[in-house]
């Protein structure tokens, strides 16, 4: 009983430290796209100031509607495949509609060029940073 207790205590302990080791992170590759963006775009101090807590919630969002791509256990059958792709599409549109509910809020701070590249930009660092998390997945 003692040891069930333990092993329990331990998984428990085990996955807060794992998930807060993923805030962590998320936390810092936040940051870390913040600084790219407020470069790229040449945001004044001002606009970085406003911009921060917009793009947060909207990184929030797209991460709840996206979420994370998890490669399957066992092979798919073709309706696995279908119905997976049909998940996939929704939410890309789901995703397509934060965008566009976002274009206004960003331009109460950012010019219309700034919104433009904002766009871009970010689907870039988006692209790069999915490219690594493959790369660290596959040396694993």
Known sequence: MRQYIITLLLMLFTASASAQNTQKLNERYFQAKVR???MRLDMSDSQKEKFVPIYRRYSEEMRA????YKKPAKPLTNEERLALTKRKMERQQQAQSIRM?????????LSADQVSRFFEVENEI?????????QASQQK
Not at 65 to 68: I, L, S
Not at 126 to 134: D, F, G, S, V
């Open 36 to 38: 790219e963006l407020t």
């Open 126 to 134: 988006q692209r790069k940073l999915m490219q690594r998390r493959q």
């Open 65 to 68: 509607t996206v979420g994370e």
């Open 101 to 109: 509910k976002y274009v206004d809020e960003f331009a109460t701070i």
